[in-house]
């Protein structure tokens, strides 16, 4: 029997998760910023230093997309990037003084959507559906069993 759709787990968390990015996007533009420049200032903030190519590894983009945002985010007066001590190919990526007000912007901001996304649920529902999903996340780290992989094609 076909599950259906409208509750099907897979199909929820993507659609949950591309509505927040959507609202998102419309709460950073309020600012003129972009999604991308936010979660970027938010990474920088809790891992000083990062690379570009670390910087794009977790945004899941390329390195000349994190270019170009460092560009827009350096220019603002955001963001500085620095060699690296160790190798001249790299450069690292620091938060500037004025980044402290864009960043509690972005934190009130976060709060407002996750209260907005959360309303309705009990907080032991919450407390549930987060221990869910980190327990999902770590299934996900983790390598799957060779033997639950199947070639397609």
């Given at each position: 029997?076909?599950?259906?759709?409208?509750?099907?787990?897979?199909?929820?968390?993507?659609?949950?998760?591309?509505?927040?990015?959507?609202?998102?996007?419309?709460?950073?533009?309020?600012?003129?910023?972009?999604?991308?420049?936010?979660?970027?200032?938010?990474?920088?903030?809790?891992?000083?230093?990062?690379?570009?190519?670390?910087?794009?590894?977790?945004?899941?983009?390329?390195?000349?997309?994190?270019?170009?945002?460092?560009?827009?985010?350096?220019?603002?007066g955001l963001?500085?990037?620095?060699?690296?001590?160790?190798?001249?190919?790299?450069?690292?990526?620091?938060?500037?003084?004025?980044?402290?007000?864009?960043?509690?912007?972005?934190?009130?901001?976060?709060?407002?959507?996750?209260?907005?996304?959360?309303?309705?649920?009990?907080?032991?529902a919450r407390?549930?559906?987060?221990?869910?999903?980190?327990?999902?996340?770590?299934?996900?780290?983790g390598s799957?069993?060779?033997?639950?992989?199947?070639?397609?094609?």
């Amino acid at each position: 029997m076909r599950q259906d759709l409208d509750r099907d787990l897979m199909l929820l968390l993507h659609d949950v998760a591309r509505l927040i990015r959507v609202e998102a996007d419309k709460r950073s533009r309020v600012y003129g910023m972009t999604r991308a420049r936010w979660v970027l200032l938010l990474w920088l903030e809790r891992s000083p230093g990062l690379s570009q190519k670390e910087a794009a590894d977790m945004l899941e983009v390329e390195p000349i997309s994190v270019a170009r945002l460092v560009d827009r985010l350096e220019a603002s007066g955001l963001v500085e990037r620095r060699p690296d001590p160790d190798d001249r190919r790299v450069w690292r990526l620091y938060l500037r003084p004025a980044a402290a007000d864009v960043l509690l912007k972005i934190g009130e901001q976060r709060d407002e959507l996750r209260n907005f996304v959360v309303s309705g649920i009990s907080a032991e529902a919450r407390s549930a559906t987060v221990e869910a999903l980190l327990q999902m996340k770590s299934n996900l780290l983790g390598s799957a069993p060779a033997s639950t992989l199947k070639e397609t094609g």
